[in-house]
């Protein structure tokens, strides 16, 4: 299986802040990355597919990049409804999720 | 407005047996492909496994093969889920989500429905 990393494992912000979330692949995956956003109890959230591209519905303060191993995921300027853990996750092959990175004030 | 909703969760002893429902809606769901992914408390989430559009082929985590089944009722837009001889590492918050297309991509998600396995 493809191993997927993620740093920083937590991360405190303010609203307005510009954050970068990193990802990476034990393997090359091409652009098959994908950006996932979780709150308690709620469902989970796709926000970017196949690295770059923003899901309908998500706000253009999310972005994507990368790929081969090394991916990101920005957020230009953090609302307060954006304090979440993120999960990125590859479809190159059997889907495996990187650890998560918990985003707090 | 695409809804995945599941249910059949609850507490259940070591060796036990469960049957995990996610009921769609607000989409043709006999065209997509399904999936469940597992959120162990504390944890990441793990993807557990995938059924075809037409219910003819299922794919499973190395973890849970052999336990689990899944199963879909096209006519009724219901994803089954059974979990037989439960451990305690199975012990999760389970989630029903939808493919995008063939690809591994989750575009909608339920809320999830959790399963405690203990004595």
């Known amino acids: 299986d493809i191993q997927m990393t993620q740093s920083p494992s937590s991360l405190s912000a303010s609203v307005g802040d510009r954050v970068t979330i990193t990802c990476r692949a034990s393997q090359s995956i091409s652009i098959y990355l994908n950006w996932y956003q979780l709150k308690p109890g709620k469902a989970p959230k796709l926000l970017i597919y196949t690295a770059s591209t923003l899901q309908s519905g998500v706000p253009s303060r999310f972005s994507g990049s990368g790929s081969g191993t090394d991916f990101a995921l920005t957020i230009s300027s953090l609302q307060p409804e954006d304090f979440a853990t993120y999960y990125c996750q590859q479809s190159y092959t059997t889907p495996t999720f990187g650890p998560g990175t918990k985003l707090d004030i | 407005e695409v809804q995945l909703v599941e249910s059949g969760g609850g507490l259940v002893q070591p060796g036990g047996s469960l049957r995990l429902s996610c009921a769609a809606s607000?989409?043709?769901?006999?065209?997509?492909?399904m999936y469940w992914v597992r959120q162990a408390p504390g944890k990441g989430l793990v993807w557990v496994s995938t059924i075809n559009s037409a219910g003819t082929s299922s794919y499973y985590a190395d973890s849970v093969k052999g336990r689990f089944t899944l199963s879909r009722d096209n006519a009724k837009n219901t994803l089954y889920l059974q979990m037989n001889g439960l451990r305690a590492e199975d012990t999760a918050v389970y989630y029903c989500?939808?493919?995008?297309?063939?690809?591994?991509?989750?575009?909608?998600w339920g809320q999830g429905t959790l399963v405690t396995v203990s004595s």
């Open positions: 607000g989409f043709t769901f006999s065209s997509y492909w």
């Open positions: 989500a939808r493919g995008v297309g063939t690809s591994t991509t989750f575009d909608y």
